[in-house]
């Protein structure tokens, strides 16, 4: 069984197979699936919290790059933002801020990116500090 490849594409086929592995009695091969689940949906988890890490830097940018059309719909996109990056590190301890800090600069230049894109112009922001994107209220005036 060649557990990595059935864990990347269906995280629900992996554990049917595992299921066939114990009814079978064969516990090495459901402990390789088991670990490969594991290590697959920490993937996925990690995958999403980039993801949002990303969404709400780019909200955060256009926050501070367009300050004419902020909106109650921008200050919602951040709050919903870091409220789904709270859920995940609840849902998965592992994915701490640390790796968050880790995976930071990457997610930035994504993040500026993607803003620049729907800004259609340069931003003149260089950088956000933990400050900027976990605890700065971003409220509508």
């Not at 719909?73 to 870091?82: C, E, K, Y």
């Not at 990056?85 to 880790?102: G, K, M, R």
Request: glycine fraction near 2%; hydrophobic fraction near 35%; aromatic fraction near 8%.
């Amino acid at each position: 069984m060649n557990w990595q490849e059935l864990s990347a594409t269906s995280h629900y086929k992996t554990a049917v197979a595992i299921k066939y592995e114990l009814q079978e009695g064969d516990f090495q091969q459901a402990k390789t699936g088991i670990e490969e689940l594991i290590d697959a949906l920490a993937r996925s988890e990690k995958r999403a919290l980039k993801s949002q890490l990303i969404r709400l830097m780019k909200h955060i940018i256009k926050w501070k790059s367009q300050p004419e059309k902020r909106s109650r719909s921008w200050s919602a996109s951040i709050s919903n933002a870091r409220e789904e990056i709270a859920d995940i590190q609840e849902e998965t301890p592992s994915l701490t801020n640390w790796v968050v800090q880790d995976m930071w600069e990457k997610c930035f230049r994504a993040a500026k990116r993607e803003a620049e894109g729907e800004m259609n112009q340069t931003s003149p922001v260089s950088n956000l500090s933990w400050e900027e994107v976990f605890k700065q209220q971003y409220g509508h005036e």
